[in-house]
Every structure is written in C-alpha cells, then in structure tokens.
C-alpha cells in the first residue's frame, strides 16, 4: 500500500529540547516536504527536497532543519522548540512532474510547553 | 502573489441535499487545481485535480468539481451529501513558478468545515 508515514503522531515537549520528526514513503517519489498547518492560515509549507542531498527552503523554515539523506526518508528537526512551533505538522511526497498529486501523511501533533 | 480562497468557514447542509464548497484562485499562469479532505484525527486524503481538459473533474466517495476559468473558480460539488462526509476540505493550487519541478509547494486555503446534518 502507498502511503507516507510520519512519526511520532503526538507529542508533547518543553521548550529547547531538541526533536525530531521522522518521515518515510514508499513510492520512491522524488520530491518531499514539510507542511504545518495552523487554524485559519490552512497548511504553510516549511522545507521541500527534490530528491537525495537536495533541499531548500519554503515559507516558514524559522526553527526548523531538515536532511534527506535517502530518497525515501525526509526527517524534521526542531533544534531548540519554542511555544510558537505548537502545530500540527505534515509530511507529503509526490514524483516528478507538476501534475503529479501530492501525497500527505497522517499528521503530527506536536506541542511545546 | 498566488492565493486562494474559501470564504466560508463552514457550511452546512442536510444529508441528502446537494453541496457546494467554493475556492477560488488567484495565480499567474494556468493553475493545476486539488482538492483534499481531512477527517478528524486523520491525514489529508487527495479527492481530486484539475491539471487540463474537461472542465468537470470527477474524485473519489462521489465529489466533482468544476474549473471555470473566467471566475478563476473550482467548487467541489456532490449531488447527494452524507454524514460521512463530514470533515475538514481544503482547496489548493500549485505553484505555477514552479512547474519545472523545482518545488512540489501546493498554496492551500484556510479550509472549509461541511458539516452534514442527518
């Protein structure tokens, strides 16, 4: 079965304690990227990867790294958490090509204390 | 700047009836348009796209929506809705600077609540 995975699903953390979000997909899509979604401002995107070694950033990469070190995984890496970076995060991948739909993962709730 | 809109927070609407969720967009080019629903606890699911040709497009658990192109508009419709479709629907546009594959970067709307009434 397609699907992108993202873990942990919950989390709740303190200010500072560095985290990280993994994320796998198993369509050996090329592209990966990091969404956070907020009420109201619907899903921001925050680091996107066209493929192995190849990132840059999206709209709100502030606080966050990420790496993508093989094709199929894409962590997110939260150095030093503040309260502002309360959301519920996403994980997507798609193949190459623009018409190609984007796959989402289930989510990650993350809060910080 | 590529936006796009839902300008209902919610909608609401007995089981049965027809729906309409409406978006509308603003890009620079010929926009690649999706639809998305999320469910509560749950990840986004793709329902749809618009990417070129019929102007009705068909998505999965019955959904359509139609591109109109002089409204720069793409409603997601459904004839006959059901309490199951109760959720969370986003609107989306890709980023047509990017179409060369730069990014995968969809701009999403605030999203839409149905709320279905039995």
């Known amino acids: 079965e397609a699907q992108v995975t993202q873990n942990p699903r919950y989390l709740i953390t303190v200010t500072g304690k560095k985290l990280t979000v993994t994320c796998s997909q198993n369509?050996?899509?090329?592209?990966m990227s990091w969404y956070r979604q907020d009420p109201g401002l619907g899903l921001r995107q925050i680091y996107y990867?066209?493929?192995?070694?190849?990132?840059d950033k999206g709209d709100v990469p502030e606080g966050y790294k990420v790496s993508r070190k093989e094709k199929r995984n894409f962590p997110l890496i939260l150095e030093s958490p503040s309260p502002n970076q309360t959301s519920l995060y996403f994980c997507?991948?798609?193949?190459?090509?623009?018409?190609?739909?984007?796959?989402f993962g289930e989510g990650s709730w993350l809060t910080v204390v | 700047a590529q936006s796009v809109a839902q300008p209902e927070d919610q909608v609401n609407v007995a089981e049965g009836n027809p729906l309409t969720v409406k978006c509308t967009y603003s890009?620079?080019?010929?926009?690649?348009l999706f639809w998305y629903v999320q469910y509560p606890n749950r990840g986004l699911q793709f329902l749809l796209k618009?990417?070129?040709?019929?102007?009705l497009v068909k998505g999965s658990y019955g959904f359509e929506a139609e591109f109109n192109k002089s409204q720069t508009s793409f409603h997601l419709k459904k004839p006959s809705a059901l309490v199951s479709d109760s959720a969370l629907y986003f609107c989306?546009?890709?980023?047509?600077?990017?179409?060369?594959?730069?990014?995968?970067?969809?701009?999403f709307g605030t999203g839409t609540l149905l709320a279905v009434q039995p």
């Open positions: 990867s066209m493929n192995v070694e190849v990132t």
């Open positions: 997507a991948s798609s193949g190459q090509g623009a018409g190609n739909t984007i796959y």
């Open positions: 890009v620079s080019g010929n926009p690649y």
């Open positions: 369509m050996n899509h090329e592209y």
């Open positions: 989306a546009v890709r980023d047509p600077a990017n179409y060369g594959g730069a990014t995968n970067k969809l701009i």
């Open positions: 618009y990417i070129t040709g019929d102007n």
